[in-house]
């Protein structure tokens, strides 16, 4: 069976060509006006020097076969009454999308001043990518646009992300060739293999292969046809091949394409939903090749530029030094016939205009494209109801991320069609596993037998495990980003994989804040567990809490980072991230049995403070302190409290203040982030003049990083991991940083100006100790019982 679409088969009219190729020529206008003109946008009068900008910036090469795309998809939208919206992954090629936008008018309804005429059309070309203007990908301040593609792999991700929950979507996405090389959208093919056709809705990828990059070639434009359809068959996709240059019968052989694509999508559809049965339909795809920088000039000074690498950005250069290249230029941009398209307004004419959609139907204006305007907040239940017996700080023990797994199992049962759980392959290793209660993990593939037992999977499940962090963040960013709510868990040492990922959603939420008719939308709650401190048998690959150190240089509006101590502070850090908005939450918490510190109501008052006094733990209510010891972190803070207690010991006069953060931005000073402390609270927790040890859980130069403008930064000694590891017990990787209690306490000694001079004995004993502790890991490959049973014993009475 062949699935190329013959060249016969002439689905448009001799009227439908001429419209449809007027509205594509008038697109391919704009777009190269965009690049060059800064005055004259409809060459109204001869074409001069001074009509052209200064400095010529922007990606002309995928800007047709982007704006070819989008006007086959709007007949589709009028013929079928659809719903839909347009990703496009090659997002540099903004002028082949902004163009069709503008002439369908949704980029006037949001920039009235960008308006339909001829003042209007010379503003949209001036301002882009442009000082004072607007960015050259296609950035949040492009409407309809939920993808910017300044980082190429994700679109196919986003666009699966859009689908899922929205049964009458339809997400049309551009693939560039380009973008097909990175390992994220290699990866995101597989994502037909999470669509359920019943619940979700579909994405319709369009290859498309222009032949080159930058000045490379592209190798899925230059493999055999049959090997190209062989790949993406073993994928499981129905590739439709739409290949040629010549306008007229290229017109012809896409509105094939998409007639074909949009019967199938729909009759899997039906036929699922009838029958209840998803099955995974053999969904289709385009392969759409057409000529890099189709339509612009052909030869440049005896070099081919249409069809090859030099069309990738400004095909003409030089045009204000080269009289000729001024020429050729006004030869290109008059070629399109802008007289013909644009009445004595400079309006698109009525003929043509009739061919785009109307009102939220155009792809500019859809709502999922704007998804604040759809979200629902979500029905979360008490989080209080999940809390963890506490009697007395430091005694009792719990896995800490087991109640937050029946938190979100009842939210999951609460918010069947609005909330999803990603992670890779990892829920129950996380110890969430209790979400499997309210919803298994979605697996429409192949089933076998001992999958009932215990595997967890369905087909209608709303949990999505995947061993590709980069699709499940890109799924997780397309989901929120169309209006709905989720959760990722990952691994620590991992969560560097999706670390561009991150600073891309981050530049687009920065964005977003200073646009008001993007409506807010909810935030990505990303959950960090497996930490560096317990890995046990993993060793050294899996230890790096550096994460958030990516976190922390991206824009204070929408960054924020959360180390919660126990389990009833993670519960309540949980709700304040799944109620919150245009945000990326960060929490770092190990899913392991850790000593519980605060009851529920204690957890709250604290965790809205993000940092506060342990007075349990502290010795100075009487007096100023002579030392501070702070901690943030779990197993830093369990460190930190038995270092107090070492210490305590020893001196049972000495005053220490405990302090714990949970919030890690408290630390940076109010005027750098929303959430930074004022100096005068700041100076007040850590004084202006006493040492502090400070236990971090991760690389210490953060903490130097927030904090070096506080008064008192020169006493403030931060401790954390240093890269030192292997097949270490718990406490002996801690010993190996200088985290460990021992260590702790003997900085503490040698920071203290009066145990200086009668410390030696204390420090003599505590060094005797940490030997032995490594010795007897080193013979039993465990810790002392007295280390992994150790709890709070609570101050010393005087």
């Not at 069976?1 to 016969?8: C, E, F, G, L, V």
């Not at 169309?482 to 939420?509: C, P």
Request: glycine share 8%; proline share 7%; aromatic share 8%.
């Amino acid at each position: 069976m062949t699935t190329k679409t013959r060249s016969s088969d002439k689905p448009l009219t001799a009227d439908e060509l001429h419209a449809i190729d007027a509205y594509w020529r008038a697109c391919n206008y704009l777009a190269a006006g965009m690049i060059y003109l800064r005055a004259n946008p409809l060459l109204r009068q001869p074409l001069e020097s001074g009509h052209i900008k200064q400095r010529l910036l922007g990606h002309w090469g995928a800007s047709p076969g982007l704006a070819f795309m989008y006007a086959h998809a709007n007949r589709l939208i009028r013929r079928h009454d659809l719903n839909a919206i347009f990703v496009a992954g090659p997002g540099h090629g903004a002028p082949g999308v902004l163009a069709p936008v503008y002439l369908e008018g949704s980029y006037s309804a949001v920039y009235p001043d960008m308006s339909e005429d001829e003042a209007g059309m010379g503003l949209l070309f001036r301002n882009f990518s442009f000082p004072g203007g607007f960015g050259s990908h296609c950035t949040p301040e492009l409407p309809g646009s939920i993808h910017e593609g300044g980082e190429l792999g994700y679109s196919l991700s986003h666009a699966f992300g859009a689908a899922f929950d929205n049964p009458d979507l339809v997400v049309f996405t551009a693939v560039g060739d380009g973008e097909a090389e990175t390992g994220p959208l290699a990866t995101a093919w597989h994502s037909n293999k999470f669509l359920n056709p019943i619940r979700d809705g579909a994405v319709l990828p369009i290859l498309h292969l222009n032949g080159y990059k930058i000045n490379n070639p592209t190798l899925l434009a230059r493999i055999p046809r049959q090997e190209l359809e062989q790949l993406f068959l073993g994928y499981g996709w129905t590739p439709i091949f739409v290949e040629g240059e010549e306008p007229a019968p290229m017109h012809q052989q896409m509105a094939a394409a998409m007639d074909r694509s949009i019967a199938m999508i729909q009759d899997f559809q039906q036929a699922a939903r009838a029958s209840g049965i998803p099955g995974r339909p053999p969904w289709p795809m385009i392969v759409l090749r057409s000529p890099k920088g189709w339509t612009g000039p052909r030869e440049v000074d005896g070099h081919k530029v249409e069809g090859s690498w030099r069309a990738h950005q400004v095909p003409l250069t030089d045009v204000h030094d080269k009289p000729d290249r001024l020429l050729q230029l006004e030869e290109w941009l008059r070629s399109y016939r802008p007289e013909e398209l644009f009445d004595e307004l400079g309006t698109l004419r009525p003929e043509l205009r009739a061919l785009a959609p109307t009102g939220p139907r155009r792809m500019g204006s859809n709502p999922h494209a704007n998804g604040g305007l759809l979200r629902r907040d979500l029905r979360l239940p008490d989080f209080r109801d999940y809390a963890a017996a506490v009697s007395k700080p430091g005694a009792g023990r719990t896995p800490n991320t087991r109640p937050l797994g029946t938190l979100l199992r009842d939210t999951m049962a609460r918010n069947p069609g609005n909330f999803r759980v990603f992670g890779p392959d990892e829920t129950t290793s996380n110890k969430l596993d209790a979400i499997y209660e309210a919803s298994p993990k979605l697996w429409l593939a192949q089933r076998l037998p001992e999958d009932d037992d215990g595997g967890q999977l369905a087909p209608d499940g709303r949990v999505l495990e995947m061993l590709s962090e980069h699709t499940l963040e890109g799924w997780f960013e397309g989901y929120v980003l169309t209006g709905r709510h989720g959760f990722f868990a990952t691994y620590e040492a991992f969560a560097h994989v999706i670390d561009s990922m991150y600073n891309q959603h981050a530049k687009w939420l920065a964005i977003c804040e200073d646009l008001p008719w993007r409506a807010p939308i909810a935030s990505i709650n990303l959950l960090i567990t497996s930490t560096v401190w317990r890995q046990d048998h993993n060793g050294f690959t899996h230890q790096d809490p550096g994460f958030i150190d990516i976190v922390v240089n991206k824009s204070p509006q929408v960054t924020r980072v959360y180390l919660p101590p126990d389990a009833n502070c993670l519960l309540s850090t949980a709700d304040h991230c799944l109620r919150s908005h245009n945000d990326i939450n960060v929490i770092v918490c190990d899913k392991q049995n850790h000593l519980q510190y605060l009851d529920m109501e204690s957890a709250i008052r604290h965790c809205t403070k993000g940092i506060g006094i342990w007075g349990w733990a502290s010795s100075d209510q009487d007096g100023e302190p002579d030392l501070v010891m702070a901690s943030c972190g779990d197993i830093a803070t369990q460190e930190a409290l038995a270092a107090t207690a070492l210490l305590l010991e020893h001196f049972p006069e000495l005053k220490i203040r405990f302090i714990n953060v949970v919030d890690l931005f408290r630390m940076t000073p109010e005027e750098e982030h929303p959430h930074g402390l004022s100096h005068r609270d700041f100076d007040s927790l850590f004084t202006v003049d006493k040492p502090i040890i400070f236990n971090f859980h991760g690389y210490p130069w953060l903490i130097h990083r927030l904090a070096y403008r506080r008064s008192n930064h020169r006493n403030l000694h931060v401790r954390g991991y240093k890269e030192k590891g292997s097949i270490n017990t718990p406490l002996e990787l801690a010993i190996e940083n200088n985290v460990d209690r021992f260590s702790l306490a003997i900085d503490a000694i040698d920071r203290v100006p009066r145990l200086q001079v009668v410390g030696a004995h204390a420090k003599e004993q505590l060094r005797n100790r940490q030997i032995d502790c490594r010795h007897y890991a080193h013979e039993h490959g465990v810790d002392m019982p007295e280390i992994s049973n150790w709890s709070w014993p609570g101050r010393p009475s005087r």
